[in-house]
């Protein structure tokens, strides 16, 4: 069943990767997020692993993934200096 899938997907003119995401096959990318430090002596570090793409963007959207407009991390703020999160793809 899922080969004669993949062959009416290469004849509707679908890509091999479309096929796959079609099955249910092909894994998901995951994210991280990522602290940065205004202070370039200060080392990233991970906040958190393992999410969509949805989740990261709607967490670095929020105001309180920056230090100039968080509400609840004052005291980071005075131990590190200025930060903010972002977020890159993590390698499968």
């Not at 894994?27 to 570090?45: G, L, S």
């Not at 709607?58 to 993934?65: G, K, L, N, V």
Request: charged content about 30%.
């Amino acid at each position: 069943m899922v080969a004669r899938r993949l062959t009416r997907c290469y004849t509707a003119g679908l890509s091999e990767e479309l096929a796959h995401q079609m099955q249910g096959t092909r894994h998901m990318a995951t994210y991280k997020i990522v602290r940065f430090y205004e202070d370039t002596n200060k080392r990233e570090r991970t906040i958190e692993t393992g999410l969509s793409l949805e989740q990261v963007q709607e967490h670095c959207s929020s105001p309180e993934s920056d230090s100039r407009t968080t509400t609840t991390k004052q005291a980071v703020t005075r131990r590190n200096g200025a930060w903010f999160d972002g977020f890159r793809k993590e390698s499968n």
